[in-house]
């Protein structure tokens, strides 16, 4: 029998944290990999959905814009105006997530064309009286002086 048994039993219970350490980080490692597999598989950003989200946020801003160009002028039907705007507004909502969701790279231009046409969808639900989009501004501005517009180049 041993003099020191304690010494024995401490040599005992560090090789079995060795052990254990060991594997844990192993089935950590294993863990991350399955992860990063599992993400790059079922990303739903994808090129493709990156390309279908900007272009569906540019669509929505860009009809926004032409209600509230319409809104500042006074021409067409106010409540159908409004109809559309609340749709536009509602459609930027549960856009946003998705927006939120993208790659770093594409956020900023999104939530830019995103806020545009929230700020335009409010003027016109607010019936002239809240904040205009910076787009919106200068257009009236250039309406103010004479300047004219082609709509064809939303």
Avoid: C
């Amino acid at each position: 029998m041993s003099r020191y048994p304690i010494g024995r039993y401490f040599f005992q219970i560090a090789r079995l944290i060795l052990i254990v350490t060991a594997s844990l980080a192993f089935v950590t490692q294993q863990a991350i990999t399955m992860a990063e597999e599992y993400s790059s598989n079922n990303d739903p950003m994808t090129e493709v959905g990156v390309n279908n989200l900007r272009s569906t946020v540019h669509q929505l801003s860009n009809e926004a814009f032409s209600l509230a160009k319409q809104a500042a002028q006074g021409t067409d039907d106010a409540q159908e105006r409004g109809r559309k705007a609340r749709d536009i507004d509602r459609q930027l909502d549960n856009l946003l997530p998705q927006i939120q969701a993208s790659p770093a790279n594409e956020q900023a231009i999104l939530i830019q064309v995103w806020n545009d046409a929230r700020l335009d969808t409010s003027y016109i639900l607010s019936g002239g009286t809240m904040p205009t989009s910076t787009r919106l501004s200068n257009y009236l501005e250039d309406v103010r002086q004479g300047v004219e517009h082609n709509d064809q180049f939303k």
